[in-house]
Nanobody
Framework: QVQLVESGGGLVQAGESLRLSCAAS????????MGWFRQAPGKEREFVAA????????YYAEVVKGRVAISRDNAKNMVYLQMNSLKVEDTAVYYC????????????????WGQGTQVTVST
């Protein structure tokens, strides 16, 4: 089992940047593919980004591609989501997730989830 705790959320203005962090504990971090998902009010939880075990491959939802970057530091058991040029529509609770499967954007394949961190983007 692996436990995940997100941090770094907050209130920012449109166009600004924010870096989310996810700290993992309780498992062998490097065996997990990691992902970031988000859920806005009244909407389904959606895929944002994913990164493979070594950190050499990344995947992004089209809606955020070019504005966000996922990275990981296996030595620190950390995953990050750098978000730039934030838009109001990026407002959501952002969740860190882990899977042992080869997964990209399929929510059902992620077995472990954090509690989320709120990101609010204002005009």
């Amino acid at each position: 089992q692996v436990q995940l705790v997100e941090s770094g959320g907050g209130l920012v203005q449109a166009g600004e940047s924010l870096r989310l962090s996810c700290a993992a504990s309780g498992g062998s971090f490097s065996i997990y593919r990691m992902g970031w998902f988000r859920q806005a009010p009244g909407k389904e939880r959606e895929f944002v980004a994913a990164i493979n075990r070594s950190g050499g491959s990344t995947y992004y939802a089209e809606v955020v591609k070019g504005r966000v970057a996922i990275s990981r530091d296996n030595a620190k058991n950390m995953v990050y989501l750098q978000m730039n040029s934030l838009k109001v529509e990026d407002t959501a609770v952002y969740y860190c997730a882990a899977t042992r499967a080869i997964a990209t954007m399929s929510r059902e394949l992620y077995a472990y989830w954090g509690q989320g961190t709120q990101v609010t983007v204002s005009t």
